[in-house]
């Protein structure tokens, strides 16, 4: 079945009875009045991400706080004259300010700001071998109706890879057209970390031979390396920005089709609301496919699972968000399950199911930059010597990479196909392992399943692998008119010229799956859900015994998420 819009925890089952009517009922009552207190607060003045909220107490306190502020240069000259702020940095949709906590509740409360988001912390998600998401099968060339395909290598299609910079790797060699430092104005981009170089390997390294085992999922891409993550792998949410904006100023002078976003930072607000989430919103708009991580926070200090850890920019209903598969080191599909590390949905605030996909994520073996901080703090997973010495890193990260070098190569078979088109295949040709929807989403990519659009069954690790059928899209604003010329939806899917998939879809502002969802024994899922024993989920949730979530977040032992941020140790 295919799943459709809206994608938010929002579709009403049929009526509960006894205890659940009870917890429906106070959910309800809670979910009013966090809904007029919103309304009141949002006729005061503008909205502010959570971490921010703090400073509208106002006091004498001096310190400036770094605040993104989405709005014209017009309008942000006159809110800095008007209220004595300082320009950390201008974007293309607005700049950081610095602004004092005395001065919070003036700007707050100024008619030309919307609303204020920090400029936090973003970090790169680490904890693919190209069989086990079948794209040795695409580079060689597929089979068809008798007819084989011509192999696809990505050729042609640039990745621009938002990162800590990418190294002049003997395997990229000559697929690096250009590179830019958005840490340093005086920067040349080097990857002192090591992540981003582990990363664009994976999209589009080109091995010595077919069976290298760093070989890219796209050999024949090219790379596109924004430098955004220090030496520490730490960056700021605005030089992200920056760098997504600049891809979208430059796609066609770099042929640029992709955008790998292996990074992440706290969802603090509303996906329309967050300058980051916007600005993946722009480049989806302009045609680029953007592939994000889910983030690494699907377990809590004890190892127990939780829900709603996805990142942003993962939370994005225009990203195509990625979680980890630990494959056990076989290409085979039979022993996969979802790592444990890996962000299960629904999101934080908005409630969309995440992630869309799945592919491999854990012990990838890649590219090395000797000397990095990684190769330096934790010389176990650097493994061999020489020339042949290779980087082994586990994380989402690696996942979305996999994934960035599969829409590569499906855009070389489907070049016409709008942002959109490209998802829905990715998302059509995965394999539902059958691990739920908010661990797998549609499930583990299978780059030759979308390849051949479903025509023809696959085969990996001598396994017979069924594509899901199933595609969904996070939210309504995704719509089908901005994303191909021609659509045909009824009981056949036609897309332009070239796709043509599966006869069964509901798409509407209500999700039909059966005649009722109720997932598993123990599930409702409507306006309000209920999880289980532990899960009360309205405008105030507590899962479990270690999650509280209402105006204040404690998760597990290494996270305090309210007026005050506190993210690991």
């Given amino acids: 079945m295919v799943l459709s819009s809206p994608r938010t925890l929002g579709s ?24 007029a207190n919103a309304q009141s607060a949002n006729s005061r003045g503008a909205r502010v991400s959570s971490d921010l909220k703090q400073f509208l107490t106002g006091g004498i306190d001096t310190k400036a706080t770094s605040v993104i502020i989405t709005a014209s240069q017009q309008k942000i000259d ?7 702020l300082t320009i950390e940095q201008r974007l293309v949709n607005g700049a950081v300010l610095q602004i004092p906590a005395y001065r919070f509740a003036a700007v707050a409360t100024d008619a030309d700001v919307d609303y204020l988001a920090s400029n936090h912390l973003v970090k790169g998600q680490m904890v693919v071998t190209n069989q086990a998401i079948g794209a040795d099968q695409v580079q060689t060339g597929l089979s068809l109706a008798g007819r084989i395909l011509p192999g696809l290598t990505g050729k042609g299609i640039g990745v621009a890879v938002i990162d800590s910079g990418v190294a002049n790797a003997q395997e990229l060699k000559g697929r690096i057209v250009a590179s830019v430092d958005f840490t340093d104005s005086r920067g040349q981009g080097i990857d002192h970390n090591g992540h981003g170089t582990h990363v664009a390997g994976i999209i589009a390294a080109a091995g010595a031979n077919p069976n290298d085992d760093t070989r890219g999922v796209a050999p024949g891409a090219h790379i596109v390396s924004l430098k955004v993550l220090d030496a520490q792998g730490h960056g700021k949410a605005a030089n992200v920005i920056a760098a997504i904006d600049w891809a979208i100023e430059n796609r066609v002078k770099y042929g640029i089709r992709v955008l790998n976003l292996s990074l992440g930072g706290p969802v603090l607000q509303s996906w329309r609301d967050d300058p980051l989430d916007q600005a993946v919103e722009r480049a989806f708009r302009a045609g680029l496919v953007v592939v994000a991580s889910a983030g690494n926070f699907g377990k809590d200090a004890y190892g127990r699972a939780i829900f709603g850890g996805v990142t942003v920019p993962g939370n994005s209903p225009f990203a195509i968000t990625v979680g980890a598969l630990n494959t056990k080191g076989t290409p085979q599909r039979s022993d996969d399950v979802v790592a444990s590390y890996s962000s299960k949905g629904p999101t934080l605030i908005d409630q969309l199911v995440k992630p869309d996909v799945v592919a491999p994520g854990n012990k990838i073996r890649g590219l090395l930059v000797p000397g990095s901080t990684l190769a330096k703090q934790n010389p176990g997973l650097v493994l061999g010597t020489g020339n042949g010495a290779r980087l082994e890193l586990s994380g989402t990260s690696m996942a979305a990479a996999a994934v960035s070098g599969a829409a590569a190569l499906v855009i070389g078979s489907q070049p016409k196909l709008a942002p959109l088109g490209i998802r829905i295949l990715l998302q059509l040709g995965a394999e539902d392992l059958h691990l739920g929807l908010l661990a797998q989403g549609a499930g583990s990519v299978n780059v030759a399943a979308s390849a051949l659009r479903g025509k023809a069954p696959t085969v990996i690790g001598g396994e017979t692998i069924s594509a899901s059928q199933r595609t969904f899209f996070a939210n309504a604003a995704i719509d089908a008119k901005t994303n191909a010329n021609t659509l045909v939806w009824g009981d056949t899917l036609v897309w332009g010229d070239t796709l043509v998939w599966g006869d069964t879809l509901v798409w509407g502002d209500t999700l039909v799956w059966g005649d009722t969802l109720v997932w598993g024994d123990t599930l409702v899922w409507g306006d309000t859900l209920v999880w289980g024993d532990t899960l009360v989920w309205g405008d105030t949730l507590v899962w479990g015994d270690t999650l509280v979530w209402g105006d204040t977040l404690v998760w597990g032992d290494t996270l305090v998420w309210g007026d005050t941020l506190v993210w690991g140790d």
């Fill in 12 to 35: 009403t089952p049929n009526k509960p009875t006894g205890r659940l009517v009870s917890v429906w009922l106070a959910t309800a009552l809670l979910a009013f009045a966090a809904t």
């Fill in 78 to 84: 006159r809110l800095v004259a008007k209220h004595g």
